[in-house]
């Protein structure tokens, strides 16, 4: 497993990156829709019965026309990007509402779990605003330099990947209050404490190295410690959900690493919310 879990990341990771970078506009939406629209199969596996392909075309409806308004030139996107801040807003107000069901767990399961509609919206305000968030942020001043919006991700994704770290090396050696046992026993308040200042210095340390523009250094510290609560809640969450539908992982798409929803439960968390106080 572990093998496998290595040679994955080896081929994923120069790729994802790549396609951060180099991939034109519109080929870098087409990749990220295919991605949006496999981790919501994958969502689907939360949901028993026959109304998986209902509430898949549900998605399918609600996500081809969120996507009928991007502009054929990408310049042009700041023209309908304040419509779709609101799904970024939407996206915040989610993470608040799933984060309290995450730690409120299980009791806070009965008002959510028997039913397949809901689960579907969960997955929709997950992904919806993950989608829009990547989106807007890798247009940033696209006309005037390409590769700013691509840098904006990346430092999101430094950020958490940075807290993931921290919390791991600081919960194994310090962690003893739990944050969440019921949804996952490994987690511990100590943890969280370690991998936000690892995750603010290299968010203070990229930004600086990358030129990318914020308004004062205690604007960047208190955007990325947001970001790292909220992207550490969502793996909370996509665990509570795994944990009442009976399931390990999302998917076996990657081997060694599960579904896409395994890699990408604390982007879609972190994502839109630095992109809602990043653009606002």
């Not at 042009?76 to 801040?85: E, F, G, P, Q």
């Not at 691509?150 to 944050?179: E, N, P």
């Given at each position: 497993?572990?093998?496998?879990?290595?040679?994955?990341?080896?081929?994923?990771?120069?790729?994802?990156?790549?396609?951060?970078?180099?991939?034109?506009?519109?080929?870098?939406?087409?990749?990220?829709?295919?991605?949006?629209?496999?981790?919501?199969?994958?969502?689907?596996?939360?949901?028993?019965?026959?109304?998986?392909?209902?509430?898949v075309?549900?998605?399918?409806?609600?996500?081809?026309?969120?996507?009928?308004?991007?502009?054929?030139?990408?310049?042009?996107?700041?023209?309908?990007?304040?419509?779709?801040?609101?799904?970024?807003?939407?996206?915040?107000?989610?993470?608040?509402?799933?984060?309290?069901?995450?730690?409120?767990?299980?009791?806070?399961?009965?008002?959510?779990?028997?039913?397949?509609l809901?689960?579907?919206?969960?997955?929709?305000?997950?992904?919806?605003?993950?989608?829009?968030?990547?989106?807007?942020?890798?247009?940033?001043?696209?006309?005037?330099?390409?590769?700013?919006?691509?840098?904006?991700?990346?430092?999101?994704?430094?950020?958490?990947?940075?807290?993931?770290?921290?919390?791991?090396?600081?919960?194994?050696?310090?962690?003893?209050h739990?944050?969440?046992?019921?949804?996952?026993?490994?987690?511990?308040?100590?943890?969280?404490?370690?991998?936000?200042?690892?995750?603010?210095?290299?968010?203070?340390?990229?930004?600086?190295?990358?030129?990318?523009?914020?308004?004062?250094?205690?604007?960047?510290?208190?955007?990325?410690?947001?970001?790292?609560?909220?992207?550490?809640?969502?793996?909370?969450?996509?665990?509570?959900?795994?944990?009442?539908a009976?399931?390990?992982?999302?998917?076996?798409?990657?081997?060694g690493?599960?579904?896409?929803?395994?890699?990408?439960?604390?982007?879609?968390?972190?994502?839109?919310?630095?992109?809602?106080?990043?653009?606002?």
């Amino acid at each position: 497993m572990l093998k496998q879990r290595v040679i994955t990341a080896l081929i994923l990771a120069p790729l994802v990156i790549a396609g951060i970078f180099f991939l034109p506009f519109p080929a870098f939406i087409v990749a990220l829709a295919a991605i949006t629209m496999v981790g919501f199969w994958e969502w689907t596996q939360f949901i028993n019965g026959s109304a998986r392909v209902q509430i898949v075309s549900l998605f399918t409806l609600i996500f081809g026309a969120s996507l009928v308004a991007i502009p054929t030139d990408v310049t042009a996107l700041a023209a309908v990007a304040d419509s779709h801040r609101a799904i970024l807003a939407v996206g915040g107000i989610w993470w608040l509402v799933a984060s309290t069901l995450a730690i409120t767990y299980p009791s806070s399961a009965k008002l959510w779990s028997s039913s397949a509609l809901l689960k579907g919206i969960f997955g929709v305000l997950t992904l919806l605003p993950f989608f829009w968030g990547i989106l807007l942020l890798r247009a940033v001043n696209y006309a005037e330099s390409p590769y700013h919006g691509s840098q904006l991700v990346m430092l999101v994704c430094f950020i958490v990947w940075a807290a993931d770290t921290g919390a791991y090396f600081t919960g194994k050696r310090f962690g003893k209050h739990k944050m969440a046992p019921s949804v996952s026993p490994n987690k511990t308040i100590e943890g969280l404490a370690g991998g936000a200042l690892l995750a603010m210095f290299i968010a203070w340390s990229g930004a600086s190295l990358m030129n990318i523009p914020f308004s004062s250094v205690g604007t960047l510290l208190a955007i990325a410690m947001v970001t790292v609560v909220i992207s550490v809640l969502g793996d909370l969450v996509e665990s509570m959900f795994k944990r009442v539908a009976g399931i390990k992982d999302s998917g076996t798409i990657l081997p060694g690493h599960g579904g896409i929803l395994d890699r990408i439960d604390s982007l879609t968390a972190a994502l839109p919310v630095f992109a809602l106080f990043y653009l606002w």
